[in-house]
């Protein structure tokens, strides 16, 4: 079964640092998602791409994140200058849209953890 | 705004119980329901998608039901065995997914 792959799977960076989260979506999949779970939390939206735009995103996702699909393939997450907040599970899903019977499909996660 | 939320928070069983997980949400404008199981430290298996318009959906043990009216999801496991350990989750999905705190369910031998 096609899988969404998330890279890397554990990354450790200095607060204020430059990261970016990396997905590969299934091949034929149109609408891409974030979501990040603070560890004892819940999973929580932080945006949706469709179109190579944002579709929606959450109060969350403020000025330090973006995301584009630069090559056609992969579908990045950045985050600016981290913040100790930002340490969390982030997952990638992604959807066909071919209809509301199809589900999301995720990622195993990259574990971001600030220092 | 919509909430999600889950009950039990926990759950302890012996292997062979049949188990009853439960799920509310406080708007019933959604397109669909999806119970997910989530392993320590992994990512989130999809398990069943009910859309807005069933009552119910079956894969092997499991069974989840939604009753739209009034909010409200099961999912039932039965037969249960040390293998269902995990975290359930259930989300509802109106352009994105709204995720419950989740069931952390552990079946011992």
């Known amino acids: 079964e096609p899988e969404v792959t998330q890279t890397p799977s554990h990354q450790v960076t200095q607060m204020g640092q430059e990261v970016i989260l990396r997905c590969v979506p299934i091949s034929n999949h149109l609408y891409f998602y974030w979501y990040r779970q603070i560890l004892g939390q819940k999973v929580e939206f932080l945006v949706s791409f469709y179109n190579n735009e944002i579709s929606e995103k959450s109060e969350i996702f403020d000025d330090q994140f973006s995301v584009e699909r630069p090559d056609g393939s992969n579908f990045t997450l950045k985050i600016r200058s981290t913040k100790l907040e930002d340490s969390a599970m982030y997952f990638c899903?992604?959807?066909?849209?071919?209809?509301?019977?199809?589900?999301?499909?995720f990622g195993d996660g990259t574990r971001l953890s600030i220092l | 705004k919509q909430e999600v939320t889950q009950i039990p928070a926990a759950l302890s069983v012996p292997e062979g119980e049949n188990l009853v997980l439960n799920c509310s949400f406080t708007d019933s404008a959604i397109y669909n329901l999806q119970w997910f199981r989530q392993d320590p430290g992994k990512g989130l298996t999809s398990l069943l998608l009910i859309q807005s318009s069933q009552r119910e959906q079956t894969s092997g043990r499991l069974n989840a039901s939604l009753d739209k009216s009034s909010g409200r999801s099961t999912l039932y496991i039965a037969a249960s065995q040390p293998g269902d350990s995990a975290t359930y989750l259930c989300a509802v999905y109106t352009d994105k997914l709204i995720f419950g705190t989740g069931t952390r369910l552990q079946v011992f031998p």
């Open positions: 899903a992604t959807w066909a849209g071919q209809g509301v019977n199809q589900p999301q499909h």
